[in-house]
């Protein structure tokens, strides 16, 4: 189980951190991933971050803003989300795989949590 957290509303500009703890599997197997999901629109990818942390991945809309890390000792993978934006508003979802293929895509993640909702406002 995958329980994301720290959501909320915030000025454009503001920060939050979301964080996700996991349970029930071995947290240090899976290669973890951030995406989100605004109404009306698919689920994209955010930031991902390797089973060890040396390698972190982002899209170009947060690049420069977000920062993925994980601390496997807590079975938790946070996002820092810096200079917020409007459009940055969606649900959040931390999820998991065991294989960095595709990490770009939703559908490669096999483990996944509750979302949590961010709200931008300008």
């Known amino acids: 189980q995958l329980q994301a957290s720290g959501g909320g509303l915030v000025q454009a500009g503001g920060s939050l951190r979301l964080s996700c703890v996991a349970s029930?599997?071995?947290?240090?197997?899976?290669?973890m991933g951030w995406f989100r999901q605004a109404p009306g629109k698919k689920r994209e990818f955010v930031a991902a971050?390797?089973?060890?942390?040396?390698?972190?991945y982002y899209a170009d809309s947060v690049k420069g803003r977000f920062t993925i890390s994980r601390d496997n000792a807590k079975n938790t993978v946070y996002l820092q989300m810096n200079s917020l934006k409007p459009e940055d508003t969606a649900v959040y979802y931390c999820?998991?795989?065991?294989?960095?293929?595709?990490?770009?895509?939703?559908?490669?993640?096999?483990?996944w949590g509750q979302g949590t909702q961010v709200t931008v406002s300008s």
């Open positions: 029930g599997r071995t947290f240090s197997d899976y290669f």
């Open positions: 971050i390797s089973w060890s942390g040396s390698r972190t």
């Open positions: 999820a998991g795989d065991r294989s960095e293929y595709d990490l770009y895509n939703a559908g490669a993640y096999d483990y």
